[in-house]
């Protein structure tokens, strides 16, 4: 990597009373870089994600970005440093309209916009995800892959330096994940730094620059997807023994 | 001083027992029971009531509240809890409108306790003092320690060496993780807010033969209730009785060192102390 | 709380320059029952501010009611005060306790709230009796002063004016925005940046402050202050039944539930007066099973299904 990492993650452990669910994990994530976490279930995936995101606080080891630390600030601090990111199960404001929900994610962030500025910018942000149409629509409408890009554009409402997808297009039908698939690379395209937790392995390989691997907590492989899935660790850890 | 550490361990002993009929409620249950209160009132009431009419002795009363108080809790929970509970989106919510709904019961229970009897009652049983370790106490109040003792050693046994009490701490665990390995979540729930209920009357029952009670007491109640439920870690048995304990010698040590009229004041002390340094209670696992 | 627009505000001050006329077309009964009304008006409103966005259901207002009523009575009656002086401390020290319990309280989940608040009237009332019984010497506060109900009205007209000022810049500021959000989902809230803990203090703060005022303004009514009179629990029970039945929804929403329910309230005193407390439990049902968003939700629900069944 020729550039300076955005985001380090440094020997970060996190332990719930006695189960160990992050174990020693360290990896980094360059500037314009689509780095992807993925692991069998319950390995750890989406507690890295809170972990960074702040809603975990690790048991020990360093988050930081930009030479800043993250690790001992709370949510919404590390929100306004610019991480932004989505929830595995969408989380949308069920009273807000879809207007106000991705003003939400523009108005508190580090560029706080507000009335008008704030208005058009979401419009914008909507139009980039396919929504301008349903602006106005209540969220309780709204299928399963609108909501995903309702959320999608309020973390990208906040202008974020890097973008936490947690299992982003998971739940998708085919057609759905067709169009998922192209707006991440619409990221992509866009320079934007992303860090990936997902299970759809094809869009692993299409998107990805770079993949971590965690099983039971820990790092078991890392490096460009193809190694990766490659790798025998890697296959144990997701199929058995038998398979490896 | 010895005194104060007996009498306040008795007190404890009661207090404990309604904080476990709390601590099923909302720790399994999930539901915040305002009206926790004024079961116990209602139980203390029926022994008043089984006493100076009939003379029948409180001690049979606890065992007659047990049904009664049983069945009422699991109508109210099946009738007007459980379509809030499905009405819910988040447990926020149903925490809301659990907190409204019981506290509206709380008032309708005690406009019909007022009906009944609008004063204050009390009643003489065993009050002969009797003495403990050098100091000395009323018979009723270590009779009610004992029972107290009693159906905190049996609710125990049973959540830990029961199928059925496992169950009710799985759900009190996770109703989501309770479901998926086949545990009847709601019949559960329903189950252990009717128990819980059983034992504040009973609770009710005992304190009456020492306390004098009236019809608005209840909200006093439900807060210590609460306060221990809190302060031991909500769903843990063992934390309830630690936390029943502290207050129960700090609240007979402040009555008698200090002025009976604190007490309340003595309780909130001890919750600010909690909520600024240990929310989670002094065994609940910490909030992540 | 959805935020109100400037036809809206418009509205609000023509009903507020109409209330002005009021006690010169009423006297003696009605003109006292405007007066509890526009108490509870004031009370309701400023209450709805916090609780209404966060669903955090705050019982302390008696307490603070209690603080301005009790600091009037032992300002002027202990220290010879004139009338002004409590008027303007009392608040101060409500916010200032409001504050406090709000920093211990409002970074946990509602629930601690609503317990802490639930006793805090009556925890008070304990440890003030406490201390007058002991260190003040028992004796009477008595409020003396020129003011007639007319005066309080106006008076309270002021401060209910104020709230609603508050209430509607309050909504369409940030600070209204966050609220709205944190009520959705507290967890979005912070990860869009909000700073949760200190919107929901600053809020609650407020409702301290006018909490107290009222109840300063209001204690001239009886000449004799005791504390167990003015710390009144079934006050804050009241308030969030007014609010609640109204719908918090709305900044009129309060006034809406307020306006109705004193009049009732009255008449059930008088008439049935050991039943009071079973028409609040009855009130507090009413509002959770069939009206959860208060009168004003309701009628903007049905407004919105007709709409779509129109289009």
């Not at chain 1, 998708?172 to 994940?177: A, I, R």
């Not at chain 2, 018979?139 to 029961?162: D, E, M, P, Q, V």
């Not at chain 3, 008076?155 to 209910?160: E, I, K, Q, S």
Request: hydrophobic share 50%; net charge neutral; charged share 15%.
């Amino acid at each position: 990597m020729s550039n300076r990492p955005i985001l380090s993650v440094n020997g970060v452990t996190k332990r719930f009373g006695g189960l160990v669910a992050v174990s020693d994990m360290s990896f980094d994530v360059g500037n314009h870089e689509m780095v992807g976490v993925i692991g069998p279930n319950g390995s750890g995936k989406t507690t890295m994600m809170n972990l960074i995101s702040g809603a975990l606080k690790p048991t020990s080891g360093r988050i930081s970005m930009k030479g800043r630390r993250l690790s001992d600030l709370p949510a919404q601090k590390i929100a306004r440093e610019g991480v932004g990111r989505t929830f595995q199960l969408v989380r949308l404001l069920p009273t807000l309209s879809v207007l106000e929900n991705v003003m939400a994610g523009a108005v508190f962030g580090h560029r706080r916009r507000w009335g008008r500025d704030a208005e058009d910018f979401a419009h914008e942000m909507l139009e980039r995800v396919g929504l301008e149409a349903m602006s106005q629509a209540p969220v309780s409408s709204l299928t399963y892959i609108n909501q995903k890009r309702v959320e999608l554009a309020r973390v990208l409402a906040g202008e974020p330096k890097v973008l936490l997808l947690d299992e982003w297009l998971a739940g998708l039908n085919p057609t759905e994940l067709e169009t998922g698939i192209d707006l991440i690379h619409a990221l992509r395209d866009e320079g934007r730094t992303v860090v990936l937790v997902e299970h759809v392995m094809d869009a692993i390989r299409s998107l990805c620059d770079r993949c971590v691997v965690m099983s039971s907590g820990a790092k078991i492989a890392e490096g460009t997807p193809d190694d990766v899935l490659s790798d025998r660790e890697v296959i144990r850890a997701y199929l058995g023994d038998d398979d490896a | 001083m010895l005194d104060i550490i007996v009498s306040g361990l008795l007190l404890s002993g009661t207090y404990a027992l309604v904080a476990m009929g709390l601590n099923l409620q909302y720790g399994v249950a999930r539901i915040m029971n305002l009206a926790n209160g004024e079961v116990l009132v209602l139980g203390a009431l029926a022994a008043f009531w089984l006493y100076t009419t009939a003379q029948i002795s409180p001690l049979l009363t606890v065992i007659l509240v047990i049904p009664v108080a049983f069945i009422g809790n699991w109508l109210i929970y099946r009738f007007l809890l459980t379509p809030l509970v499905r009405r819910s989106k988040s447990q926020g919510q149903l925490e809301v409108d659990s907190i409204l709904a019981t506290f509206g019961i709380s008032f309708v229970l005690i406009g019909i306790m007022v009906s009944i009897e609008g004063g204050f009652f009390a009643y003489k049983y065993l009050s002969e003092p009797i003495s403990i370790l050098g100091s000395t106490t009323s018979l009723n109040r270590f009779i009610a320690f004992l029972i107290a003792c009693a159906i905190g050693i049996g609710l125990y046994l049973w959540l830990n060496k029961t199928r059925s009490g496992v169950a009710v701490r799985a759900v009190a665990v996770s109703t989501e993780a309770s479901g998926l390995v086949g545990i009847n979540v709601p019949r559960v729930s329903a189950f252990a807010f009717a128990l819980g209920g059983a034992i504040t009357a009973v609770g009710g029952a005992l304190i009456s033969t020492f306390i004098t009670l009236d019809a608005s007491i209840g909200v006093v109640f439900t807060l210590k209730a609460l306060i221990i439920v809190i302060m031991g870690g909500v769903g843990d048995i063992r934390g309830a009785i630690v936390a029943a304990c502290i207050l129960g010698l700090v609240e007979t040590a402040v009555a008698t060192l200090i002025d009976p009229g604190l007490t309340l004041a003595a309780a909130y002390l001890i919750f600010i102390l909690i909520l600024l340094f240990r929310p989670q209670g002094l065994f609940g696992r910490a909030s992540t | 709380m959805k935020p109100s627009g400037w036809g809206e505000l418009a509205i609000a001050a023509f009903l507020v320059l109409l209330a002005v006329f009021v006690p010169f077309v009423t006297n003696g009964y009605w003109l006292s029952i405007a007066v509890t009304t526009m108490m509870y008006v004031a009370l309701a409103t400023s209450w709805a501010l916090f609780s209404g966005p966060t669903h955090y259901i705050s019982l302390a207002t008696g307490a603070f009611f209690g603080i301005g009523g009790y600091l009037v009575g032992s300002m002027m009656s202990d220290y010879q005060l004139p009338f002004w002086v409590p008027l303007v401390v009392a608040p101060l020290v409500a916010a200032g306790l409001a504050f406090l319990i709000g920093i211990a309280t409002l970074r946990l989940s509602g629930v601690y709230f609503v317990i802490f608040t639930l006793g805090l009237a009556e925890m008070i009332r304990n440890l003030i009796s406490w201390i007058q019984n002991n260190f003040l010497g028992s004796r009477g506060l008595y409020v003396l002063t020129d003011l007639r109900d007319h005066h309080l009205y106006w008076m309270l007209l002021g401060v209910a004016a104020a709230v609603f000022l508050l209430g509607w810049v309050v909504n369409r500021s940030r600070l209204g925005f966050a609220l709205r959000i944190i009520g959705n989902d507290e967890t979005v809230a912070r990860h869009v940046g909000i700073n949760t803990a200190w919107a929901k203090v600053i809020l609650f703060t407020t409702t301290g402050f006018f909490a107290a005022l009222v109840g300063a303004i209001i204690a001239p009514r009886w000449s004799y202050i005791e504390p167990n009179q003015v710390f009144s629990p079934q006050l804050s029970f009241l308030v969030v039944i007014m609010a609640l039945l109204g719908g918090a929804g709305r900044l009129w929403g309060p006034l809406v539930g307020v306006i109705p329910f004193t009049i009732i309230w009255e008449w059930v005193n008088v008439q049935f007066p050991n039943q009071s407390t079973l028409f609040l439990g009855l009130a507090f049902l009413l509002i959770v099973y069939v009206l959860p968003n208060g009168m004003v939700g309701r009628i903007e629900q049905l407004h919105a299904r007709m709409g779509r069944g129109r289009s």
